[in-house]
Nanobody, 127 residues
C-alpha cells in the first residue's frame, strides 16, 4: 500500500514562508496525481493544491493562489508545496494525498477524490 509522509511543517510568523514535502517509500509517485489538503481546528478538510502525475497540470484553491506553489520531482519521488506570504488563517494540519492518475483529474482530486492519505504535518502561522 502506498504510504505518504509529509514534512516541513512548523511555526512561522505571518508573511513568512515554509516548504512542505511529501515523500513515498516502496512505491514511485510518478503514476499518481498528488494533492495537498488542510484542516484547521473546527473546520472541514479542504483541498489546497493538486498536481498531475507529469506536473503539467495544477489546481489551486482561491485562498492560496499567488502565494502557494505545488511542484514535483519524480526523480526524487517527492512533491512539494512552497508556501509564501503565510497568513494566520493558513494555520492547519496539512495532508498529502494521492490517487492513481488514470482515474482522476487534478480538479476532481482537489474536490476530495483521494485514495491515500498521509498523516499530516502541522503549520502554525502567528500574527
Amino acid at each position: 500500500q502506498l504510504q505518504l509522509v509529509e514534512s516541513g511543517g512548523g511555526l512561522v510568523q505571518a508573511g513568512g514562508s515554509l516548504r512542505l514535502s511529501c515523500a513515498a517509500s516502496a512505491f514511485t509517485l510518478d503514476r499518481y496525481t498528488i494533492g495537498w489538503f488542510r484542516q484547521a481546528p473546527g473546520k472541514e478538510r479542504e483541498g489546497v493544491s493538486c498536481i498531475s502525475s507529469s506536473g503539467g497540470s495544477t489546481n489551486y484553491a482561491d485562498s492560496v493562489k499567488g502565494r502557494f506553489t505545488i511542484s514535483r520531482d519524480n526523480a526524487k519521488n517527492t512533491v512539494y508545496l512552497q508556501m509564501n506570504n503565510l497568513k494566520p488563517e493558513d494555520t492547519a494540519v496539512y495532508y498529502c494525498a494521492a490517487r492513481d492518475a488514470v482515474i482522476t483529474t487534478v480538479r476532481a482530486m482537489c474536490l476530495g477524490a483521494v485514495d491515500y492519505w498521509g498523516k499530516g504535518t502541522l503549520v502554525t502561522v502567528s500574527s
